[in-house]
């Protein structure tokens, strides 16, 4: 039987991979080339995913627990990132030199696997609305979304 942290942590990945699927939706089908920001975001997304879905397998109440400390820790390094490319970087001319940008080409992953983390836009550019609302926000959204979900993962007491 599965429990409740469990069935959190899948629902999680879910939300996870499916922004990651919807961004390349967004960037294949719609043109809308992504950012450093945008592929960091991709990345901390697929993280929690991966994170959640180890979690949510049925490990016992101590790696259900830690996956979803981790999970919540990673959304809010995601919160922190589409904050700063809301707030500043979309008003920057160039996101080169920025840390997304060196850390994307620095770990190899812009080079390695393009169609996925490849950097196209600046991050001017990469500021558009989607019904009004700037993509960077519904992302912040959605990571507000999932360390608020994570949360009773982590400090469940009793059975995880």
Not at 43 to 60: F, K, R, S, T
Not at 76 to 93: D, E, H, R, T
Not at 133 to 157: H, K
Request: net charge positive.
């Amino acid at each position: 039987m599965t429990s409740r942290s469990e069935r959190l942590l899948r629902l999680i990945a879910l939300f996870s991979f499916g922004a990651v699927g919807i961004a390349l939706v967004s960037q294949h089908v719609f043109d809308m080339p992504p950012c450093a920001w945008c592929v960091l975001q991709r990345l901390i997304y697929l993280v929690i995913g991966v994170v959640a879905l180890v979690g949510g397998i049925g490990g016992g109440r101590a790696l259900t627990r830690i996956c979803g400390f981790l999970a919540a820790l990673l959304s809010l390094s995601g919160i922190v990132a589409a904050w700063y490319q809301y707030s500043v970087a979309a008003n920057m001319l160039s996101c080169d030199q920025t840390f997304a940008d060196r850390f994307m080409t620095g770990i190899g992953l812009e080079s390695a696997i393009p169609s996925l983390f490849g950097i196209y836009a600046t991050c001017m550019d990469a500021k558009v609305p989607v019904l009004g609302v700037e993509y960077a926000l519904w992302s912040l959204a959605l990571f507000v979304i999932l360390f608020f979900m994570a949360l009773p993962v982590a400090f469940r007491r009793g059975r995880a």
